[in-house]
Antibody, heavy 119, light 108 residues
Framework: QVQLQESGPGLVKPSETLSLTCTVS????????WTWIRQSPGRGLEWIGY???????NYNPSLKSRLTMSLDTSKNLFSLELTSVTAADTAVYYC?????????????WGQGTLVTVSS | EIVLTQSPGTLSLSPGERATLSCRAS???????LAWFQQKPGQAPRLLIY???SRATGIPDSFSGSGSGTDFTLTISRLEPEDFAVYYC?????????FGGGTKVEIK
């Protein structure tokens, strides 16, 4: 079955760029919305955005100015870059496969990776 | 942006009891694109219900979703020990997609 695995640094300094990758195994990138969601005690679950398998993106307006998502179909992975991070970006970051309207039916999810923003 | 309010914040029940969780939207959810997720400590959320009332693959029929417009309900007909967790609703009818704050179902 399809499995997703996040990878990337667990610690990022303020004002720097947070970069994460999600590797998809057991299935194809085609036909789905590849989504990033984060969770923190203060903000709960927050939809970050998605990249459709065609390369079309849809970002949360609250993050749009700092956010870039990309897709590498040859390696079956997708990535997130969030610039100019602050402590408010500290969270567990999940990747998920989405389908349905706006890709809102997330299944499966990665296990999540904790990213802490601190000097 | 649609704001989702879940109630109650915590539900204390015994195994075998019925759980009723509420999710209210600040405006109508387009085409009832409302999902429910279950999250256990240290784990990612798991999709239970989509389209307000359709069960995801592998989800037991003890879980059911209902509602339309701005008011939605997740019902667990008979709580099993593994059902004690936090439950979130999420609307995906309009962007940005948004989640509710969660309801914790705890053992009484």
């Amino acid at each position: 079955q399809v499995q997703l695995q996040e990878s990337g640094p667990g610690l990022v300094k303020p004002s720097e760029t947070l970069s994460l990758t999600c590797t998809v195994s057991g299935g194809s990138i085609s036909g789905y919305f590849w989504t990033w969601i984060r969770q923190s005690p203060g903000r709960g679950l927050e939809w970050i955005g998605y990249i459709y398998y065609t390369g079309t993106t849809n970002y949360n307006p609250s993050l749009k100015s700092r956010l870039t998502m990309s897709l590498d179909t040859s390696k079956n992975l997708f990535s997130l870059e969030l610039t100019s991070v602050t402590a408010a970006d500290t969270a567990v970051y999940y990747c998920a496969r989405g389908e349905g309207w706006f890709g809102g039916q997330y299944d499966p999810w990665g296990q999540g990776t904790l990213v802490t923003v601190s000097s | 942006e649609i704001v989702l309010t879940q109630s109650p914040g915590t539900l204390s029940l015994s195994p075998g009891e019925r759980a009723t969780l509420s999710c209210r939207a600040s405006q109508s959810v387009s085409s009832n694109y409302l999902a429910w997720f279950q999250q256990k400590p240290g784990q990612a959320p798991r999709l239970l219900i989509y389209g307000a009332s359709s069960r995801a693959t592998g989800i037991p029929d003890s879980f059911s979703g209902s509602g339309s417009g701005t008011d939605f309900t997740l019902t667990i007909s008979r709580l099993e020990p593994e059902d004690f967790a936090v439950y979130y609703c999420q609307q995906y009818g309009s962007s940005p997609l948004t989640f509710g704050g969660g309801t914790k179902v705890e053992i009484k």
